[in-house]
């Protein structure tokens, strides 16, 4: 009898062990990124710097905040204060460049949405970041808000104007005095205003980004009122939180070359005729820089302070602003 072939099973005798699932671990959430970036640029100010970054330092939510400063070619002690504040970024250029580039570099480098401008003349509280960022997020058709600034003595201090025209601009560079303040009812509640300054002033980062950052014709002056020309042509608000007041400290006028007074006050005017030009038509604005080329003229031509004058007589007609061109230390 044949012998029957045994059938193969289609199953292995061998037991199959299964090995036990391997634990995924959990994927690790990276720090959640900065609410607010403080924007600060400073010249010269090693002390001023100092005492505002320890008020930032006693900031609320301090691990929210980032804190970038730009060196902006000082020769004080401001190039060697790096040591004694590891937790914030400083950055340096070999001259002084004018706030707007300095400006302008540390917004690109910023990773928060909220930017902060900051002069280091300003001491903040512990709770002054918290809330405005809070009061610029509630209110959306606002594009930035500010505290009131004070000075030692508690008074307010003129930081608010109407934006200025072209006659404004003659008034201020022939009589020396400021723009026209905007009042501010300092125990009110949230006040619109023209124009802020860059003294302390909370911005989204997307309007400045809309703009293509800070307008690089202007060096040292009038970017701020610049920014708050477009703020109100886009039908945004700056926001004044008169609760939230910040100190700004009196710093003693140190004493500044001819070439140096002559350079700034070249920056002053031709940025005033740059905004002119924007806003009112480029005629507009080469009149009113030969007009203040005239004057400077004719104050040379009588004897009154001729060097500083002729300066401010060629700058204007060059074109010129702060650019780290300067020779002179300012």
């Not at 058709?141 to 934006?163: D, H, K, M, T």
């Not at 293509?212 to 020309?229: K, Q, T």
């Not at 005729?273 to 203040?292: A, D, I, P, Q, T």
Request: proline content about 6%; hydrophobic content about 40%; charged content about 20%.
């Amino acid at each position: 009898m044949p012998l029957q072939r045994k059938r193969q099973s289609s199953y292995s005798d061998t037991q199959t062990i299964e090995e036990a699932p391997q634990a995924v671990p959990e994927p690790v959430e990276p720090p959640p990124g900065p609410r607010v970036t403080a924007i600060i640029v400073a010249y010269n100010q090693a002390s001023q710097l100092r005492r505002c970054l320890d008020a930032l330092g006693r900031s609320q939510d301090r691990q929210t905040l980032e804190i970038l400063v730009m060196d902006n070619g000082s020769f004080d002690e401001t190039r060697m204060i790096d040591a004694d504040y590891p937790e914030v970024t400083i950055l340096r250029l070999p001259k002084n460049f004018g706030r707007v580039r300095a400006m302008n570099i540390l917004t690109r480098t910023a990773k928060a949405e909220l930017l902060f401008f900051l002069d280091p003349r300003i001491e903040v509280q512990p709770d002054t970041v918290s809330r405005l960022a809070a009061a610029l997020e509630e209110n959306e058709q606002a594009a930035a808000v500010c505290p009131l600034i004070i000075a030692e003595n508690g008074a307010p201090v003129e930081a608010f104007f109407r934006l200025p025209d072209t006659s404004a601009f003659a008034r201020v560079w022939s009589t020396g005095e400021g723009l026209l303040p905007q009042p501010i009812d300092a125990a009110g509640g949230l006040q619109k205003v023209e124009y802020a300054t860059f003294e302390a002033m909370l911005i989204t980062k997307y309007f400045v980004r809309g703009l293509n950052y800070l307008d690089d014709r202007y060096g040292e002056y009038w970017a701020d009122a610049e920014v708050s020309w477009q703020i109100r042509r886009a039908g945004r608000s700056i926001l004044v939180m008169p609760s939230v007041r910040v100190v700004r400290h009196a710093v003693g006028a140190s004493p500044r070359s001819t070439a140096a007074r002559a350079a700034l006050a070249v920056d002053c005017g031709g940025g005033a005729s740059s905004f002119v030009s924007k806003h009112s038509g480029f005629l507009s604005g080469l009149l009113l820089r030969l007009r203040f080329a005239l004057s400077a003229l004719g104050s040379a031509l009588i004897l009154r302070e001729p060097g500083y004058n002729l300066s401010r007589f060629a700058g204007l007609l060059s074109g010129s602003k702060i650019d780290g061109n300067q020779s002179a230390i300012l």
